[in-house]
């Protein structure tokens, strides 16, 4: 009885110390995971498309992200549009360029999600309201309010990939963004959403 009672002893004060070194591993590999992340910067890039019966835009917008948490990514960014166009009114066909740059913000979760602001000035020649490209450029605003799919790959995560819907919220009269809105109201009103494919790399 008393080998039996010491056995027992023995085996629970090897659980219970097997239990307690168990433990204080399983501790280390969360603070290890937690202090694994290490800030760094990156450069982004988004495509822009449309076209339609008389013109077309193509262009590039490129974000430099400052990543100091593995949350959130923030920094300057820039744009570039090439237009070319043809009035259905005169016949009268055309090109013309708009560029800018603002800043951007961008908060991600459990690495399949983002919700994001963006804001720009846009220096844009061509008026929206009544289809006449002006020698006088006007710089118009614009908020990108948004969220979507983001997902790094790659075994460091060296590669990123955000698919989201943007919503302007100032809806600038002159915005270059308005040929790429895709929704309209019942009295065919524009509703100022985007799509928006952005890539980033890690530096």
């Not at 990543?67 to 259905?88: C, D, L, Q, T």
Request: hydrophobic share 40%; net charge neutral; charged share 15%.
């Amino acid at each position: 009885m008393k080998q039996l009672t010491t056995l027992f002893l023995i085996l629970f004060a090897s659980l219970t110390s097997f239990s307690q070194v168990d433990t204080e591993l399983y501790v280390d590999d969360e603070e290890t995971n937690d202090s694994r992340f290490e800030p760094y910067n990156e450069i982004g890039a988004d495509l822009h498309f449309s076209a339609g019966s008389f013109g077309g835009t193509g262009g590039l917008g490129l974000k430099f992200g400052i990543v100091r948490n593995k949350y959130v990514s923030f920094g300057p960014s820039a744009r570039y549009h090439y237009s070319v166009y043809k009035s259905p009114q005169t016949g009268v066909s055309g090109s013309y360029s708009v560029y800018g740059g603002g800043a951007f913000v961008h908060a991600r979760f459990f690495n399949y999600l983002f919700v994001g602001f963006e804001f720009e000035m846009l220096s844009n020649p061509y008026n929206y309201t009544n289809g006449i490209i002006s020698a006088k450029r006007v710089w118009a605003p614009t908020g990108l309010l948004g969220f979507g799919f983001s997902h790094a790959f790659g075994e460091e995560q060296n590669f990123r990939l955000n698919a989201g819907i943007m919503y302007d919220i100032i809806d600038s009269k002159n915005s270059p963004l308005r040929a790429g809105y895709f929704m309209k109201k019942e009295n065919g009103t524009l509703i100022p959403l985007i799509y928006r494919i952005a890539f980033f790399f890690k530096l």
